[in-house]
């Protein structure tokens, strides 16, 4: 082949490589897109759905090359679906969203109420939007919330989004509700939806009157004791039945909700002193085992047997005490497994006489007592959830601290 019939060949490989990617690369180029690390969903009075973006500034780094309390932007923007909201707010900036470091969807409480099925399937319909993202239900508006969510212990908000969910893990007082769990939940026949319930602490701390200074598991967002400059506050549950928000669970009933579920792997919990019904003692707990969940169908309901084993130690001390004695030590047990039991009792009948809602899943043990997937179906378990009664079982070993011995 002659030299100039290669070079022609060649030149035109070229072009063909040139015309092909050059229109993917305008389209997915840096400079054409914004991250976007948070969205709220808000109802609005001129549409249905009032979106609201959150920004942050890429800038906010110091001259030292120290990252500072990162600022963010919000826009909103009133429109008829959670596709057309995106639509036009890439019109609205002139760049197109990119929505792939998203860590928050938040909803607001009114608008959950009224059903926010369409909303969940568009979000995960969009390939953009991880399944990790973490859902929250406000009980301010959404778009609110998102403006007050400043990191008490973080530079970073993006990073802020990412680990206060984590904090289930030791505390029990709040989740790690993903949109992927979410859309999971919603169309399954055997458990119901949950998500993160969050607000804004009050800066004059108006909202504590209702709290019994001694039960701070009865905390949860917009009714905690935090105090200080208004921020967001991630306490509680947000309970689902279908698509529509049908109530909530303070801090101890979180609590049950993941222990019941096996999800937290150690907390803190004030029980009764024995010796003194007036007082309350402190007990740092971790389960020795996963939760036993046995099912029957006993004339129509559910009969459910749960039962939890817990070890731990004594966190407060008080002089006199004693607690290094082994008949102290067992009466102290005894009070824990007491006061264990009547907690998770109450927060299963509620969840199943109150709310209606198995957020348990308790529907997925239950199917092992049906011969076929079409007789479990018929039998319609979360209408049938509400008819359920509980066989509720604690054991617990505490020991002492360690922290002070006999002299």
């Known amino acids: 082949m002659k030299l100039w019939i290669k070079r022609i060949f060649i030149l035109i490989i070229m072009i063909i490589f040139l015309v092909a990617f050059s229109g993917s690369y ?33 800038s906010s780094v110091s001259e030292s090359g120290s990252t500072e309390q990162s600022p963010s932007i919000i826009y909103s923007i009133d429109a008829s679906s959670i596709s057309n909201g995106i639509n036009l707010m890439n019109t609205y900036i002139g760049k197109e969203l990119n929505l792939s470091h998203c860590k928050i969807i938040a909803f607001s409480e009114e608008l959950a109420m009224n059903g926010i099925s369409e909303e969940v399937y568009s979000l995960f319909n969009n390939a953009q939007i ?20 400043k990191p008490l212990a973080e530079n970073l908000l993006t990073k802020h989004y990412e680990i206060f969910a984590n904090s289930s893990k030791s505390t029990g007082y709040t989740v790690n509700a993903t949109l992927g769990n979410f859309f999971s939940n919603l169309v399954c026949s055997s458990c119901e939806g949950y998500a993160i319930l969050g607000g ?39 309970v689902f039945k279908n698509d529509k928000l049908v109530g909530e669970l303070n801090s101890i009933e979180t609590l049950s909700f993941l222990a019941t579920r096996n999800e937290i792997s150690s907390f803190l919990v004030s029980v009764p002193d024995p010796n003194d019904s007036s007082s309350y003692i402190d007990i740092y707990l971790t389960p020795v085992i996963d939760s036993i969940i046995d099912i029957d169908i006993v004339n129509g309901s559910p009969y459910i047997k749960v039962s939890y084993s817990f070890t731990g130690r004594i966190y407060s001390m008080k002089q006199d005490s004693n607690y290094l004695e082994n008949d102290v030590l067992k009466k102290v047990s005894e009070s824990c497994s007491s006061y264990l039991k009547t907690v998770f009792s109450n927060y299963l009948y509620k969840t199943s006489k109150d709310l209606k809602s198995d957020i348990n899943a308790f529907g997925k043990t239950a199917k092992s007592k049906f011969l076929t997937t079409e007789e479990f ?31």
């Not at 991250?35 to 249905?48: Q, Y």
């Not at 009980?139 to 969510?149: M, T, V």
């Not at 018929?378 to 002299?407: A, G, P």
């Open 130 to 149: 991880r399944p990790s993202t973490n859902v929250v239900i406000t009980k301010c508006s959404a778009k609110y919330y998102l403006e007050n969510s």
């Open 377 to 407: 179906e018929n039998y319609n378990w979360l209408e049938h959830y509400s008819d359920s009664f509980f066989d509720i079982s604690v054991e617990t070993s505490i020991r002492s601290s360690y922290l002070l011995t006999e002299t």
């Open 200 to 238: 804004i602490s009050s800066e004059d701390n108006e909202t504590t009157t209702t709290i019994d200074s001694q039960k701070d598991s009865s905390n949860k967002a917009n009714s905690s004791s935090l105090s200080g400059r208004n921020s967001s506050e991630n306490i509680g549950l947000a």
């Open 26 to 58: 305008s389209a997915l180029s840096i400079d054409n897109l914004s991250t976007v690390v948070a969205i709220a969903i808000d109802t609005s009075d001129t549409n249905k759905l009032r979106m609201s973006f959150q920004f942050t500034n890429a």
